[in-house]
């Protein structure tokens, strides 16, 4: 079992910064070991992958953000982050982070159901 904690959410002005931090605990060895991704959730859309890493430290990002947003782990920490920058407001939107230590296609990376464990969100206001 794994649980996971996001933070660092808040208000900021377009073209502001935000740093996004996942902990994971539980019962796992660290998360070097898990597949781990941010989602987004704006109000009244559907929930869409922004980055992911996986056990080797392969990234990928979602055009919208790609060249803006940096996805990383601190595995001595047990620690996802999300460095975002240039913020605009289509950024505004519930943040979340999720996790999965089973092998994942890349052709499914930002697909939600392959993602077992997942946090409660940090809220990401974007003020133009």
């Known amino acids: 079992q794994v649980q996971l904690v996001e933070s660092g959410g808040g208000s900021v002005q377009a073209g502001g910064s935000l740093n996004l931090s996942c902990t994971a605990s539980?019962?796992?060895?660290?998360?070097?070991?898990?597949?781990m991704a941010w989602f987004r959730q704006a109000p009244g859309k559907r929930r869409e992958g922004v980055g992911f890493i996986d056990v080797s430290g392969v990234t990928i990002y979602a055009a919208s953000v790609k060249g803006r947003f940096t996805i990383s782990k601190d595995n001595a920490k047990n620690t996802l982050h999300l460095t975002m920058s240039s913020l605009q407001s289509e950024d505004t939107a519930m943040y979340y982070c999720?996790?999965?230590?089973?092998?994942?296609?890349?052709?499914?990376?930002?697909?939600?159901?392959?993602?077992?464990?997942w946090g409660q969100g940090t809220q990401v206001i974007v003020s133009s």
């Open positions: 539980g019962y796992f060895s660290s998360v070097r070991s898990l597949n």
């Open positions: 999720a996790a999965d230590s089973r092998y994942t296609s890349p052709t499914r990376w930002f697909s939600q159901g392959e993602y077992y464990y």
